[in-house]
């Protein structure tokens, strides 16, 4: 049983990072080239005049474009070199938290079979709209952050063959890294179902699920992105569409829940050293997630029962 198990799991964990490897490794590549051209460095002035409505200075858009095209740790690592108050740094940890890595994750997401309007409009309103609230709401926070780490600053990468190396290191540990998690997260669930514990985690998510509108078989994707993140429980997400029968509008929902609120520990933790509140950053995180599902389902349910009684009229 155990062998087959392990084989299973192992059979299924290779497939699913063969599967998101091909989506990780090119975009990897493409965003690390860009890193070296004017591009960034446009799109920071571009959107610099904006800042003030959110409460920030010009200097805010550098990590805000790092954290959107990169990651939140290529946007830590930009905060650690600025002069920014407490107040600042917290509202780029809000955004960040809903919009970050767009590229690779909004990639993820069409995989699954999320619509790409979805899973970029959803994060990009949120973040602005919570920067605006906070801005509009807190009036503290006006010292200078304390930062508790000092940032590593990256090795200068100059000409084409350093640049084309560079790019090929990234997208290769960024396929490693995802290895590394998918690989045992799918030998742990192929063993969670074989010894039928799944059916337990689903009987007790199943009231929350319900509440969120979401059918119960989707307990294991939401509880896969809320530990590991959207890249790494889309693993989970594209194997539970495959054996579970998880419905479009289920797997939908359950991604708007997690494009809100994912990776709760890692992506809550990684603040700590920027000298912010973090539990507020958790609960907003959560507390959105919870809202804004909520609603869809229900303006989803709303126009699916308007169909159906559309359809007995015309019959």
Known sequence: ??????????????????????????????????????????VIELITPFMGVLGLSGDAAIPLVL???????????????????????????????????????????????????????????????????????WKGGEQIAQYGLVSQQEETVTGLAGITLDALQKAGLGVFQLAVIVIPLMLVIQVLKDLKWLDTISRWMAPLIRKLGIQENTSTTLAAGLLFGLTFGAGVMIQAIKEDGVSKKDITLAFIFLITCHAVVEDTLIFIPLGIPILPLLLVRVFMAILITMVVAALWNRAELAKRKEATYEY
Do not use: C, D
């Open 67 to 137: 954290g959107n095209f990169l990651n939140i740790y290529a946007a830590i690592g930009a905060i650690f070199t600025m002069e920014l108050t407490v107040k600042e740094v917290f509202i780029i940890a809000v955004m960040l938290s809903f919009s970050h890595a767009l590229i690779i994750e909004s990639s993820v997401a069409v995989k699954v079979g999320v619509k790409l309007w979805i899973a970029v409009g959803v994060r990009l309103a949120l973040a602005f709209i919570s920067a605006v609230v906070i801005n509009l709401v």
């Open 1 to 42: 049983m155990w062998q087959q198990t392990i084989k299973t799991g192992l059979k299924v964990g290779l497939s699913t990072t063969w599967s998101l490897g091909k989506i990780i490794f090119p975009v990897t590549m493409i965003v690390a080239f860009l890193q070296h051209t004017p591009i960034l460095p446009w």
